[in-house]
């Protein structure tokens, strides 16, 4: 049996409160679901924080070894709300969450989106990347694509 049911992908622990918001109602959606806390995993900039703010496990988002040894003890990974899929800043954004994506795929992981918002998109690598990535997922609910 594996260590976590889900972990939690998104724009977590860098001290934005939208985003942080989406991440409570994560953690309130997947806890009324039945999924016990410690069954959790936040994947977050400031993993220290997250856990302590939260009450799940969390591991730096940037550390690729330690996002590989999490994946193989997890059955499921949510992109949880929010746009994570843009371009507007930079297509590195879209580029960073598709490697993700794609690294739990290869771990077996099953995927799934809930509340995220697309775009802007002016690229094509960004269109691809956002493209690839969400037609991995297995559910995808409320994706919304903004221009």
Known sequence: MRKYRVAVLGYYGFGNLGDELLLSA???M?????????KLLVLSNSP?????????DAINRWHYR???RAFRECDT??????????DITSVKSCAW???????AKLC??????MGQS??????????MLAGDALRLCEVVHAVMTTL
């Open 66 to 68: 330690e996002l590989f």
């Open 118 to 127: 697309v775009g802007p998109l002016r690229s094509r690598i960004g269109r």
């Open 77 to 86: 990974l949510l992109l949880g709300g929010g746009g994570l899929f843009q």
């Open 48 to 56: 220290d924080d997250t856990a302590e703010s939260f009450g799940v």
């Open 30 to 38: 997947l806890t009324r679901s039945g999924i016990d806390r410690k």
């Open 97 to 103: 969450y598709w490697a993700v994506v794609r690294l």
């Open 108 to 113: 077996g992981v099953k995927l799934w989106a």
């Open 26 to 28: 994560c953690i309130d």
